[in-house]
Every structure is written in structure tokens, then in C-alpha cells.
């Protein structure tokens, strides 16, 4: 796809938030704080910085995006349908029985996405498994992988970091979503994870510490991880839970609560894009 200014970027991430309100009042469940505060990053993302293609979902020389926090899938959603991958009618079948729009990203429903995600601390040892297999095979294509912050209370994730430190893949590129909250309140409070970075340089990773809804700077960092020729690169990225809606931001409460009518309905006049 055609990479977009940061000013459209925008205007694509306020279409994200919207939509994620409309899905999520329709279904009368599933997350909202996460895929709010991550909207900014999927616009990047599929906008602007993966190389894909919606009208060939599996071509060969795509780069892979593995998204670890399954719970964020509606943001993630709402993005593959505003970028072409399949209709945005769809949207309004989230959660149910026979939707191919699940609670968590079902791979087995949805063909064109690389994985399916549900148990947190898993995606990144996906995406450094295929990450090596990818320089084994000498391909060109680039592998991503979007994290929470929570998540890094899980051992088997810091496997994978070990992994990927080890074997210097600098073909990998993860986000996380430092948000600082969980569904049962602060990470600081309930499972402390600082110091991240030194922790991630510790395991030999190239960390990058940036303001997750600045379009530049998250643009700036994948060609940072780019230009890296010996580490993974983990690009460690403050985002606000409940991103543009003012009863949501900051708040743990909304980490696994859909809105009511009346709350997505002052929600949405919030969201409006402004220029």
C-alpha cells in the first residue's frame, strides 16, 4: 500500500477508535481501553509502514505481523477492514457464535492474518521462530510483533526475548504497548516491570523509547530497527489506555468493558476528526 502523511494517518486512526466504539457496543463485550490507546499504532502500521498488500493477502514477500495481546482485536479488526481486507459490514459481527470476527484473532476464521492470539506471553516466540526461519531462507521481508506490557509478567515471553537477543535477529521488530495498566489495575503495583529497557539491552535488544500517538516518531523508530544490522529491535511505546475518549483515559476499569449506548454515544462525538 501507498504509505500515508502523518496528517491522513490521523483521520485513519480517529476512523479506528470510532469503529472500535461501534463494534464494541453492538457485541456488549470485549475490550476497549487497549484497542483505543493502540489505534495510532495500527494506522502506522498498516498505512504507512508494513509492506502489504490487501488484494493479495498472502503474498510471498509481505512483512508478517504477529499480534501477541489478542484481547486488542479490535482495533486490529477495524484496521484490516479500513485497509481492504475483507468488508466493513462485517464490524458489526463482532464476538458472535458464528463471526469470523472473534473475541480474540482466530486464524482459522481469518486467513490473512499470520497467527491467532489469545493466551498472553506467546506472540513473540511466534514471531522470533518465524523471524528465524525467515533469515534461514534468506527472505526480504521484515517480521513484526505487537506486545502489552502485562504480558512481560509471563516467563515464556522473556524466553523469546532471550531468543531473539541470542540469535541477533534484526529482522524482528516489536512493540509494546506500555500502557501501564491491566484488567485488575496498575502494572507498577501488581507486577513491577521496570526497568524495561535495561532489561531488553541486558538480553542484547536495540530499544527505542517513543510517544505511541506521535505518527513521526513511531515512523522514525521502525527505520531505527530498520537500519540495525546485529539486534532485534523493541520499540517501547507510551501509549493512554482509552486513547480520545475522557471516561476512558487512564482508566484499568476499561481494559475488559464495552461501553452502553449512552457512553459510545458521547464516546463517538469525541472522536470526530478534527484538522
Known sequence: ???LP???LKEKAAEIRQEIIKMLVLAGSGHSAGPLGLADIFAALFFNI???????????????????CGHVAPAYY?????AGYFPMSYLKTLRRLDSPLQGHPERMKLSMIESSSG???????QAAGYAYAARMDEARFRIFCLTSDAEHQEGNHWEAVMFAGKNKLNNLTSFIDRNNIQISGDTEEIMPLEPLRDKYESFRWNVIEINGHDFDQIISAVGSAR??????????AKTVPGRGVSSMEGKYEWHGK???????KQALKELKYKK
Open 1 to 3: 500500500m501507498k504509505p
Open 6 to 8: 502523518a496528517e491522513e
Open 50 to 68: 508494513l509492506n502489504h498488500d490487501p488484494e493479495n493477502p498472502h503474498w510471498e514477500d509481505r512483512d508478517r505481523f504477529f499480534l501477541s
Open 78 to 82: 477495524a484496521t484490516l477492514a479500513l
Open 119 to 125: 493466551p498472553l506471553g506467546l506472540g513473540l516466540a
Open 227 to 236: 537500519r540495525e544490522s546485529d539486534k532485534p529491535t523493541v520499540i517501547i
Open 258 to 264: 464495552a461501553p452502553s449506548e449512552s457512553e459510545a
